[in-house]
DNA sequence: TTCATATGCTACCTCCTGGTTGCATTATAA
DNA sequence: TTATAATGCAACCAGGAGGTAGCATATGAA
């Protein structure tokens, strides 16, 4: 046993809006699903096939990437006839806005303190 | 050759916006990352060993989260000594930040070319 | 009915990621 | 000088992610 190898045993206190706000920036992590949820947001739903073509992967990989987004609650589908049409659901993106706007907020509270730390 | 696998040719004219800040979201898309990050949002800069007591794992692996994000522009490191402390950098959250806000305005904007649509 | 289209499902592959251990290196302190 | 503390570095491992191919299923149209 070493340097400082050893991890602590107390869990801090688990902020819950960083925890479940993890999976959806992971979601919005990937190029490919930025592209999709960005042709969603043009307003109408689309089926697979044609968030498949204008993209370089197969069919079967556009798919998995709407899952991994709807998984998390950034898209929905709707069964209509043969097709499958996905629509952008807004709601989860606002949640990693809000998380973005934490994280924000407490680094200008810090630094406001630090500066009347300084100035006193 | 079957069902629909082949993908098509063109490349949609690619969004740099979106294609820059996936590795952001990518990078914020870990708990433990999100956990650093508000950590490091306390304001002063922190040492590893600092930072890895208050996790369940290793020192190495925290080392392996600041370099992550540290590659995408979250934190910044600065050697002090034998230690090498880290601090946050608003600048590429700042980046994240305007990306979803224009997707939200390019959803809110679909919305209402709709409801002028059918309205009319 | 029969064919073509849109999708579902499964197996498979490769590479990256998160995590660990072990040992070397650097720098403070006695 | 000599421990000791903080970190760097490399090898290693298991599991998941992104991607593909192949075949089955369902539905619309002729």
Chains 1, 2 share one sequence.
Do not use: Y
């Not at 989860?92 to 730390?117: C, G, N, P, T, Y």
């Amino acid at each position: 046993m070493g340097a400082g190898n050893a991890p602590s045993k107390k869990a801090a206190p688990t902020n819950s809006l960083l925890r479940n706000s993890a999976p959806i920036f992971a979601a919005l992590g990937d190029e490919t699903r930025l592209r999709l949820i960005a042709a969603l947001c043009a307003g109408r739903a689309m089926s697979i096939a044609q968030l498949t073509s204008g993209t370089e992967i197969t069919r079967q990989a556009v798919t998995k990437h709407l899952c991994v987004l709807a998984d998390v609650g950034l898209v929905r589908d709707i069964k209509v006839g043969r097709e499958r049409l996905w629509e952008f659901e807004p709601t989860q993106l606002e949640e990693a806005r809000r998380s973005l706007e934490v994280i924000a907020r407490q680094w200008d509270h810090a630094l406001h303190k630090l500066k009347m730390a300084v100035e006193r």
